[in-house]
């Protein structure tokens, strides 16, 4: 259930496949909740493709751009599009480390 956290242990994975996932979930929870879900258990510099509908795929291109991943390609026809992001591999800058040690 991915409204739910699962446990998914020893395992993240590199690459993840959403076929009118975050569509067919918004009837039941917060696409929040689930971009959430999948930002835990992909790997730094993992992908995500997602296969949705238009609307759909450009609230999870927000969520994936708040976060600070890489689009790395958005595409859209009719009603469907198509995103293709990459997790970005986040590491704190020198001075947000220093000030965290003295405080």
């Known amino acids: 259930d991915w409204c739910e956290s699962f446990s998914t242990y020893p395992r993240t994975y590199d690459l993840l496949h959403a076929d009118h ?13 689930v971009f959430a879900e999948v930002d835990r258990i992909l790997r730094p510099e993992g992908k995500l493709i997602v296969r949705d509908k238009a609307k759909t795929v450009m609230e999870v291109q927000k969520l994936a751009e708040s976060v600070s991943w890489s689009i790395r390609m958005t595409y859209a026809e009719n009603n469907e599009a ?22």
């Open 82 to 103: 198509l995103l293709y992001v990459q997790k970005s591999f986040w590491r704190p800058k020198e001075a947000e480390t220093i000030k965290s040690a003295i405080v």
């Open 21 to 33: 996932l975050f569509s067919s979930l918004q009837k039941r929870c917060s696409l929040v909740v």
